[in-house]
């Protein structure tokens, strides 16, 4: 397996991590502690997930960690749209956000994909 820096899903869920630190900042002052910690918190885990996952040889155990970084992208969907309901994002920050979010998924199913087939 490819060293964690060098997959793609890897790199392309922190460009999702720092995108969203850097969009929550623009929140009101009376959601720092309330939605934007909940965006923060999931988003975490899920690259935790991704990393837990990369390191694990288990294949049963892997799947476990890629199954619950899938949870958790389908948390932050409905996150950025409850964001975007409340107008804390404008309609081009929900599409750029929802984008990076597709990305990753995209290429978490093709590796969940990748490991049933083992």
């Given at each position: 397996?490819?060293?964690?820096?060098?997959?793609?899903?890897?790199?392309?869920?922190?460009?999702?991590?720092?995108?969203?630190?850097?969009?929550?900042?623009?929140?009101?002052?009376?959601?720092?502690?309330?939605?934007?910690?909940?965006?923060?918190?999931?988003?975490?885990?899920?690259?935790?997930?991704?990393?837990?996952?990369?390191?694990?040889?288990?294949?049963?155990?892997?799947?476990?960690?890629?199954?619950?970084?899938?949870?958790?992208?389908?948390?932050?969907?409905?996150?950025?749209?409850?964001?975007?309901?409340?107008?804390?994002?404008?309609?081009?920050?929900?599409?750029?956000?929802?984008?990076?979010?597709?990305?990753?998924?995209?290429?978490?199913?093709?590796?969940?994909?990748?490991?049933l087939k083992q």
């Amino acid at each position: 397996m490819n060293s964690l820096e060098e997959m793609k899903i890897y790199q392309n869920y922190v460009d999702l991590f720092y995108y969203t630190y850097k969009i929550t900042e623009k929140y009101p002052k009376y959601e720092k502690e309330g939605l934007v910690v909940d965006i923060k918190e999931v988003t975490k885990n899920g690259l935790e997930n991704i990393i837990n996952a990369q390191k694990e040889f288990n294949i049963n155990k892997r799947l476990t960690y890629l199954n619950h970084a899938d949870a958790e992208l389908k948390v932050i969907k409905v996150l950025i749209r409850i964001s975007y309901k409340f107008k804390y994002i404008s309609s081009r920050n929900y599409c750029a956000w929802s984008n990076k979010v597709l990305n990753v998924n995209n290429q978490l199913f093709g590796w969940i994909k990748t490991c049933l087939k083992q």
